[in-house]
T-cell receptor, first 110, second 114 residues
Framework: RKEVEQDPGPFNVPEGATVAFNCTYS??????FFWYRQDCRKEPKLLMS???SGNEDGRFTAQLNRASQYISLLIRDSKLSDSATYLC???????????FGSGTRLQVQP | ETGVTQTPRHLVMGMTNKKSLKCEQH?????MYWYKQSAKKPLELMFV???????ENNSVPSRFSPECPNSSHLFLHLHTLQPEDSALYLC?????????????FGSGTRLTVV
Protein backbone atom coordinates (compact mmCIF):
# COMPACT_ATOMS: atom_id res chain seq x y z
CA ARG A 1 0.00 0.00 0.00
CA LYS A 2 1.31 3.45 -0.89
CA GLU A 3 1.99 5.76 2.02
CA VAL A 4 -0.05 8.54 0.41
CA GLU A 5 -2.82 7.74 -2.03
CA GLN A 6 -4.74 10.06 -4.31
CA ASP A 7 -7.25 9.58 -7.10
CA PRO A 8 -5.28 10.59 -10.21
CA GLY A 9 -8.35 12.01 -11.96
CA PRO A 10 -8.64 13.89 -14.18
CA PHE A 11 -11.49 15.82 -12.63
CA ASN A 12 -13.13 17.80 -15.43
CA VAL A 13 -15.41 20.51 -14.03
CA PRO A 14 -17.05 23.63 -15.45
CA GLU A 15 -16.06 27.09 -14.31
CA GLY A 16 -17.84 28.04 -11.12
CA ALA A 17 -18.20 24.47 -9.91
CA THR A 18 -17.20 23.19 -6.49
CA VAL A 19 -14.77 20.28 -6.51
CA ALA A 20 -13.29 18.20 -3.71
CA PHE A 21 -10.27 15.93 -3.57
CA ASN A 22 -9.45 13.39 -0.92
CA CYS A 23 -6.14 11.88 0.01
CA THR A 24 -5.48 8.99 2.39
CA TYR A 25 -2.28 8.32 4.30
CA SER A 26 -1.26 5.02 5.78
CA UNK A 27 0.94 5.95 8.72
CA UNK A 28 -0.78 7.20 11.86
CA UNK A 29 2.49 8.82 12.99
CA UNK A 30 2.11 11.41 10.24
CA UNK A 31 2.26 14.88 11.70
CA UNK A 32 2.19 17.64 9.10
CA PHE A 33 0.02 17.81 6.02
CA PHE A 34 0.07 20.01 2.97
CA TRP A 35 -1.52 20.55 -0.39
CA TYR A 36 0.83 21.57 -3.19
CA ARG A 37 -0.15 22.68 -6.65
CA GLN A 38 1.90 21.77 -9.71
CA ASP A 39 1.29 23.32 -13.10
CA CYS A 40 2.32 21.42 -16.21
CA ARG A 41 6.11 21.26 -16.53
CA LYS A 42 6.62 23.51 -13.51
CA GLU A 43 7.74 23.01 -9.94
CA PRO A 44 5.28 22.23 -7.11
CA LYS A 45 4.21 25.23 -5.06
CA LEU A 46 2.73 25.21 -1.59
CA LEU A 47 -1.00 25.86 -1.77
CA MET A 48 -1.79 25.47 1.90
CA SER A 49 -0.89 23.64 5.06
CA UNK A 50 -3.62 21.50 6.61
CA UNK A 51 -4.36 22.00 10.29
CA UNK A 52 -6.24 19.73 12.66
CA SER A 53 -9.07 22.22 13.03
CA GLY A 54 -9.37 22.70 9.27
CA ASN A 55 -8.44 25.87 7.51
CA GLU A 56 -9.63 28.11 4.73
CA ASP A 57 -7.84 30.41 2.33
CA GLY A 58 -10.24 32.25 0.05
CA ARG A 59 -11.93 29.68 -2.19
CA PHE A 60 -9.85 26.82 -0.79
CA THR A 61 -10.70 24.77 2.30
CA ALA A 62 -8.56 21.99 3.71
CA GLN A 63 -9.69 19.43 6.28
CA LEU A 64 -7.86 16.75 8.23
CA ASN A 65 -9.49 13.63 9.64
CA ARG A 66 -6.92 11.86 11.81
CA ALA A 67 -9.26 9.06 12.86
CA SER A 68 -9.83 8.00 9.26
CA GLN A 69 -6.41 9.16 8.09
CA TYR A 70 -7.44 11.34 5.25
CA ILE A 71 -7.17 14.95 4.21
CA SER A 72 -9.35 16.83 1.79
CA LEU A 73 -9.19 19.92 -0.38
CA LEU A 74 -12.34 21.77 -1.43
CA ILE A 75 -12.22 24.37 -4.19
CA ARG A 76 -15.27 26.62 -4.56
CA ASP A 77 -16.15 28.71 -7.60
CA SER A 78 -13.50 27.03 -9.80
CA LYS A 79 -11.52 29.24 -12.16
CA LEU A 80 -9.79 28.25 -15.37
CA SER A 81 -6.54 29.12 -13.61
CA ASP A 82 -7.18 26.40 -11.01
CA SER A 83 -6.37 23.78 -13.67
CA ALA A 84 -3.33 21.96 -12.34
CA THR A 85 -2.23 18.83 -10.51
CA TYR A 86 -2.82 18.92 -6.75
CA LEU A 87 -0.33 17.00 -4.64
CA CYS A 88 -1.14 15.67 -1.18
CA UNK A 89 1.98 15.80 0.99
CA UNK A 90 2.64 14.29 4.40
CA UNK A 91 5.42 14.59 6.96
CA UNK A 92 6.08 11.78 9.42
CA UNK A 93 8.17 12.14 12.54
CA UNK A 94 11.58 10.62 12.04
CA UNK A 95 11.41 10.69 8.26
CA UNK A 96 14.04 12.81 6.57
CA UNK A 97 11.82 13.98 3.75
CA UNK A 98 8.21 14.71 2.91
CA UNK A 99 6.15 11.99 1.24
CA PHE A 100 4.27 13.06 -1.90
CA GLY A 101 1.16 11.57 -3.38
CA SER A 102 1.02 11.01 -7.12
CA GLY A 103 -1.33 13.96 -7.55
CA THR A 104 -4.88 14.61 -8.68
CA ARG A 105 -5.31 16.41 -11.98
CA LEU A 106 -7.98 19.10 -12.22
CA GLN A 107 -9.16 20.55 -15.53
CA VAL A 108 -11.57 23.47 -15.27
CA GLN A 109 -13.45 24.02 -18.49
CA PRO A 110 -15.10 27.20 -19.82
CA GLU B 1 17.79 36.81 -5.32
CA THR B 2 15.21 35.13 -3.17
CA GLY B 3 13.88 31.60 -2.76
CA VAL B 4 15.49 28.61 -4.42
CA THR B 5 17.35 29.09 -7.70
CA GLN B 6 18.24 26.25 -10.03
CA THR B 7 20.46 26.37 -13.08
CA PRO B 8 20.36 25.56 -15.90
CA ARG B 9 16.62 25.53 -16.65
CA HIS B 10 17.11 23.19 -19.59
CA LEU B 11 19.93 20.80 -20.42
CA VAL B 12 20.50 18.43 -23.31
CA MET B 13 23.44 16.08 -22.94
CA GLY B 14 24.87 13.06 -24.64
CA MET B 15 25.36 9.79 -22.83
CA THR B 16 29.11 10.32 -22.60
CA ASN B 17 28.96 13.90 -21.33
CA LYS B 18 29.57 15.20 -17.83
CA LYS B 19 27.45 18.07 -16.59
CA SER B 20 26.37 19.56 -13.28
CA LEU B 21 23.11 20.96 -11.97
CA LYS B 22 23.25 23.76 -9.45
CA CYS B 23 20.87 24.77 -6.71
CA GLU B 24 21.12 27.74 -4.37
CA GLN B 25 18.75 28.75 -1.59
CA HIS B 26 18.52 32.19 -0.03
CA UNK B 27 16.09 31.25 2.72
CA UNK B 28 18.48 30.32 5.51
CA UNK B 29 17.16 26.76 5.45
CA UNK B 30 19.17 23.89 6.89
CA UNK B 31 18.05 21.00 4.68
CA MET B 32 18.22 20.55 0.92
CA TYR B 33 16.91 17.82 -1.35
CA TRP B 34 17.15 16.49 -4.90
CA TYR B 35 14.06 14.99 -6.52
CA LYS B 36 13.49 13.43 -9.93
CA GLN B 37 10.16 13.69 -11.72
CA SER B 38 9.74 11.65 -14.89
CA ALA B 39 6.87 12.32 -17.26
CA LYS B 40 3.48 11.56 -15.67
CA LYS B 41 5.15 10.02 -12.61
CA PRO B 42 5.29 11.15 -8.99
CA LEU B 43 8.24 12.84 -7.39
CA GLU B 44 11.09 10.46 -6.51
CA LEU B 45 13.40 11.41 -3.67
CA MET B 46 17.07 11.11 -4.60
CA PHE B 47 19.22 12.72 -1.91
CA VAL B 48 18.81 14.58 1.38
CA UNK B 49 21.31 16.91 2.99
CA UNK B 50 21.12 18.36 6.49
CA UNK B 51 23.59 21.11 7.41
CA UNK B 52 25.57 20.05 4.30
CA UNK B 53 25.85 16.42 5.46
CA UNK B 54 24.22 13.74 3.32
CA UNK B 55 21.63 11.91 5.37
CA GLU B 56 19.84 9.92 2.69
CA ASN B 57 20.70 8.34 -0.63
CA ASN B 58 17.56 6.73 -1.98
CA SER B 59 19.34 3.94 -3.91
CA VAL B 60 20.37 6.33 -6.64
CA PRO B 61 22.77 5.01 -9.33
CA SER B 62 26.34 6.21 -9.00
CA ARG B 63 26.11 8.10 -12.29
CA PHE B 64 24.38 10.75 -10.16
CA SER B 65 26.79 12.31 -7.66
CA PRO B 66 25.60 15.01 -5.25
CA GLU B 67 27.75 17.65 -3.61
CA CYS B 68 26.83 20.06 -0.85
CA PRO B 69 29.67 22.47 -0.05
CA ASN B 70 27.56 24.47 2.41
CA SER B 71 23.96 24.62 3.57
CA SER B 72 23.02 27.10 0.82
CA HIS B 73 24.39 25.29 -2.21
CA LEU B 74 23.69 21.89 -3.69
CA PHE B 75 25.01 20.33 -6.86
CA LEU B 76 24.14 17.22 -8.81
CA HIS B 77 26.99 15.97 -10.97
CA LEU B 78 25.93 13.85 -13.92
CA HIS B 79 28.04 11.44 -15.99
CA THR B 80 27.36 8.63 -18.45
CA LEU B 81 23.61 9.04 -18.13
CA GLN B 82 21.02 6.93 -19.92
CA PRO B 83 18.04 8.14 -21.96
CA GLU B 84 15.69 6.98 -19.17
CA ASP B 85 17.35 9.57 -16.92
CA SER B 86 15.60 12.27 -18.93
CA ALA B 87 13.31 14.03 -16.44
CA LEU B 88 12.66 17.18 -14.45
CA TYR B 89 15.18 17.46 -11.63
CA LEU B 90 13.92 19.50 -8.71
CA CYS B 91 15.84 20.95 -5.82
CA UNK B 92 14.01 21.82 -2.61
CA UNK B 93 14.92 23.25 0.74
CA UNK B 94 13.25 23.25 4.13
CA UNK B 95 13.76 25.01 7.42
CA UNK B 96 14.75 21.76 9.11
CA UNK B 97 15.18 18.21 7.89
CA UNK B 98 11.97 16.36 7.19
CA UNK B 99 10.09 19.41 6.03
CA UNK B 100 7.56 19.69 8.83
CA UNK B 101 6.91 23.28 7.71
CA UNK B 102 6.92 22.36 4.03
CA UNK B 103 9.42 22.73 1.23
CA UNK B 104 10.31 25.49 -1.17
CA PHE B 105 11.15 24.15 -4.61
CA GLY B 106 13.39 25.58 -7.27
CA SER B 107 12.00 25.86 -10.78
CA GLY B 108 13.80 22.68 -11.84
CA THR B 109 16.15 21.59 -14.58
CA ARG B 110 14.54 19.80 -17.50
CA LEU B 111 17.15 17.26 -18.59
CA THR B 112 17.14 15.42 -21.89
CA VAL B 113 19.70 12.66 -22.46
CA VAL B 114 20.30 11.84 -26.11
Amino acid sequence: RKEVEQDPGPFNVPEGATVAFNCTYSNSASQSFFWYRQDCRKEPKLLMSVYSSGNEDGRFTAQLNRASQYISLLIRDSKLSDSATYLCVVNRQGRRALTFGSGTRLQVQP
Amino acid sequence: ETGVTQTPRHLVMGMTNKKSLKCEQHLGHNAMYWYKQSAKKPLELMFVYNFKEQTENNSVPSRFSPECPNSSHLFLHLHTLQPEDSALYLCASSQEIGGSYGYTFGSGTRLTVV
